[in-house]
């Protein structure tokens, strides 16, 4: 199996201020990147040319030939979820491509060299920008697009599964947007990890891929006029996965156990709901609020070794799927935006470069 460790664990002792560019590859200061007129609809994004960025201390310059698709792109294009400061402000928080450039302290990669990473912004771009303590190499059998659908998604179910809501082997997990790509990843770790999953989405042929991934149980949204009970219906769940937001929030109190965990990490439906706070004291439910992005890198990283040592393992065993829907080509993201926002997708939409 090919190497899936994190590069540059330790820092080499290399002159200080110095960037070694790798040879074979051209040495341009441009680069082409999906830009943005100003913030708003997809119709706002162009393709341009840009400053080529250049690796800081314990950075990689990657040459982008996939990226991924989040909902978190969307609301960045509509001005609603600024980059941390220091990230680029070009959209793309997912990538995987080929080493370029090497920035001060890092050892473990060479040129030429095979990753897959989340990044805090600029994926879509020729050239991007890799945290080498975040960088896992990829493996060779595996595509560019299966590579860089696994970050986002798949460290967004990890974090909020597994270190957030503790989600143990018996209990049951309540899945939003369920074939997202979210979903569609934290549907997978749920049952790997031994979980029952109640999953909801908005149509019939999302409820078979939603079933397809091991769903046990899965609630059409639009075919009932009360949520809760027809969660209910099915059994009340220990942990809930929400990225809708405050509509569901009476909802959650009603069909989680006793000592439940709701974990909110969107709010696409609303950020403001009534709290019924007896019922929340009464079954000792617990409300936490949880983003990947604004993760320090200490943090990220982690999360990056265990993807290492867990998750890639399991897709190169068979255990895990990808869920790639459609691939754009990166010139054409706000096609791949559109097919987001109009709920279209079933699992990861990609930009290939």
């Known amino acids: 199996m090919p190497e899936t460790t994190l590069g540059a664990r330790q820092r080499a002792g290399v002159a200080s201020g110095i960037v070694i560019f790798l040879s074979g590859y051209p040495m341009h200061t441009q680069m082409h990147a999906m830009l943005q007129h100003a913030p708003g609809g997809a119709d706002t994004l162009y393709w341009g040319e840009t400053a080529r960025p250049v690796p800081g201390p314990g950075q990689l310059r990657v040459r982008v030939r996939a990226a991924g698709v989040n909902r978190a792109d969307i609301v960045q294009r509509e001005g609603r979820y600024p980059p941390p400061p220091g990230a680029s402000p070009i959209l793309g928080l997912e990538v995987a491509g080929e080493v370029d450039a090497v920035g001060e302290g890092v050892s473990g990669w060479a040129a030429g060299d095979a990753l897959l990473a989340l990044i805090p912004g600029g994926g879509y771009a020729e050239y991007a920008l890799v945290n080498a303590d975040e ?156 983003t990947l992005r604004s993760q320090p890198l200490e943090r990220r990283a982690a999360l990056a070794r265990a993807l290492a040592e867990h998750i890639l393992p399991a897709f190169v065993r068979g255990e895990l799927r990808w869920t790639l829907d459609r691939q754009f080509a990166l010139p054409d993201a706000a096609q791949a935006h559109a097919w987001v926002e109009g709920n279209h997708n079933k699992g990861k939409v990609m930009l290939l470069a």
Request: charged share 15%.
């Open 135 to 290: 960088a896992l190499a990829k493996p060779a059998a595996w595509s560019w697009a299966e590579a860089a659908s696994l970050p986002e998604a798949w460290l967004t179910a990890w974090l909020n599964l597994m270190e957030v809501a503790h989600l143990q082997a018996g209990e049951t997990a309540l899945i939003h947007a369920g074939a997202s790509g979210v979903g569609a990843a934290a549907i997978q770790l749920a049952r790997w990890r031994g979980a029952r999953v109640i999953a909801t989405c908005g149509s019939a042929d999302k409820a078979a891929f939603c079933q397809a991934l091991g769903a046990d149980a899965v609630v059409n949204y639009r075919e009932t006029a009360d949520l809760a009970a027809a969660i209910r219906a099915l059994g009340r769940a220990d942990v809930a996965l929400d990225c809708v937001g405050g509509p569901y929030l009476d909802a959650h109190l009603q069909c989680l156990n006793q000592d439940g965990r709701l974990v909110v990490i969107g709010v696409m439906g609303g950020a403001q709901a009534t709290l019924n706070l007896g019922l929340l004291l009464v079954k000792r439910i617990r409300v936490m609020g949880s």
